[in-house]
């Protein structure tokens, strides 16, 4: 099974990249069996609506993972018991809407993709170790691809060392800038500490210079506009031995539309 993770989505820069990326990718790489894109920012930099799910989806991508910016297109959120392929964080309490866990099925093959958030510098969630343990127990596929949406990188180190062995791939969202300590971890499992973003890297993760600068000189609070300059795609592809569910390589991508 080959997949293609594609890092946080921010705004139509972001959006306008998959079209043009993904045949290229393919024609490159081979088919991908699934295609997985953290979207939580491709409305406007935060969060998601109706439109721009409907619109990714009709793209290819197969399934949406997201993290702690869900929440902020209030109109959208009922949504998320109606779509599954939407996930949220499995670690919010159960009475939030939506699932953080999705079995995907396609010619034969099934992918779990199971989203968690971390709790070091982000909001005080459940534990996404024990959250794992117990999605982990009720899941019968083999192949398990998990994006961790956390802030520290040694929490997401450390959920991956966890989860060695137990699942295919742990891949870190949420900072936007694409790590470059991508390996197989000793018991088989593909790991990442961030997968980085997808579109503007022209001004500061994803945003305007110019927007975000006067929030550091006066510590006042300033709208973020979305960057359109320096467009890239940040991605990875992952192999994995369907039959064991765990992880034959692992590569990072860094694709620009010229």
């Known amino acids: 099974m080959r997949l293609l993770f594609i890092g946080d989505l921010v705004g139509r820069p972001g959006r306008k990249l998959v079209p043009l990326a993904l045949p290229a990718l393919k024609e490159a790489e081979g088919p991908f069996d699934f295609v997985i894109a953290n979207g939580e920012n491709a409305a406007g930099g935060f969060g998601l609506t109706e439109r721009v799910v409907a619109q990714l989806f009709g793209l290819g991508i197969d399934c949406l993972t997201t993290g702690n910016h869900i929440w902020d297109k209030r109109d959208y959120v009922s949504r998320l018991l109606e779509e599954d392929r939407v996930l949220r964080p499995a670690n919010y309490p159960a009475s ?4 953080g866990l999705k079995v995907l099925e396609k010619e034969g093959l099934r992918l779990a993709v199971v ?3 971390g709790r070091v510098f982000m909001p005080a ?6 959250v794992a343990d117990a999605l982990l127990e009720q899941l019968d596929a083999s192949c398990i691809f998990v994006d961790f949406h956390a802030e520290a990188s040694s929490e997401k180190r450390a959920l991956g060392l966890y989860l060695d062995g137990r699942v295919s791939a742990v891949v870190g969202t949420h900072t936007h800038v694409q790590t470059a300590d991508e390996e197989i971890l000793p018991k088989g499992t593909a790991y990442l500490t961030d997968a980085g973003m997808t579109g503007g890297h022209g001004g500061v993760i994803g945003m305007e210079a110019a927007s975000v600068l006067p929030r550091f000189l006066t510590a006042m609070p300033t709208k973020f506009e979305v960057c359109e300059k320096g467009l890239r795609l940040n991605a990875v592809i ?12 692992i590569r990072r991508v860094i694709w620009r539309p010229d």
């Open 96 to 99: 939030c809407p939506g699932s």
């Open 115 to 117: 989203n968690l958030q």
């Open 125 to 130: 969630i459940d534990c996404p170790f024990r």
């Open 238 to 249: 992952v192999d994995i031995d369907d039959d064991r569910g765990l992880a034959l390589s």
